[in-house]
């Protein structure tokens, strides 16, 4: 297992737009699967506004899990930080439409903006063992 | 969107071995991806006793989330249930032993069990959307 730069981090997250968001309410953990956008090294997801969801994450701690399959092994990126919910901005929308699936229509919606107080990627690389040591 | 049958969720989740461990600890949310195994309808993943995974589970709720993308679109399933940390039982290690690589060695391990309470598996459909309708 390598442990990523918070640069190398980002460049993944920017590679992909579908990711795990996590939060806790009441105590009780819940995951939901976004698509997503990158924008400016925060991350972007949709929600419908009075939606639970939007309720649940506007203001709040919140932790965004991406992976991906390679060709020899996984990644995993965890950002964890604030969200919050922004006023309806045409330029920003235009700007990361293409991470947004036309498929998955979720109208009409606001962006939850995370800002990550930190983030962590690490690359599991596989291999065949050589031998079992214990 | 669809919404799966249990039995499609449970067969979904038998067809895949990396998935996302969500938890809850002093009201923060957090996210483990883990490798897995589903044995007799609950979900068996490993933690090295003693560590911070091990104490975070054993006997708490947790939400697991496993997806999928497919041919035609992704799939995701959530579980939502209480977590154990077994005692050793060689039978049940060599039962699920294919589903945790082996190029990620956690020694020595612990499995935790999570019984779901809830299950739902969504399958969302790719497709060109003939006109914007709104």
Same mark, same amino acid.
């Given at each position: 297992m390598t442990e990523l730069s918070d640069d190398s981090a980002w460049k993944l997250l920017e590679e992909r737009n579908f990711g795990h968001l996590g939060l806790s309410h009441n105590d009780l953990p819940d995951i939901y699967p976004v698509n997503y956008a990158v924008d400016h090294r925060t991350i972007l997801f949709r929600t419908a506004a009075g939606e639970k969801l939007h309720e649940l994450t506007d203001n709040r701690h919140v932790v965004f899990e991406v992976d991906s399959e390679t060709s020899n092994g996984t990644w995993s990126v965890i950002a964890k930080g604030h969200a919050k919910a922004l006023t309806h901005d045409p330029e920003l929308v235009e700007r990361v439409?293409?991470?947004? !699936? !036309?498929? =998955? !229509? =979720?109208? !009409?919606f606001v962006f939850v903006r995370i800002t990550a107080e930190s983030i962590r990627g690490r690359q599991f690389t596989r291999h065949v063992p050589v031998a079992r040591r214990r």
């Open positions: 439409a293409d991470a947004f !699936p !036309p498929w =998955i !229509p =979720i109208e !009409p």
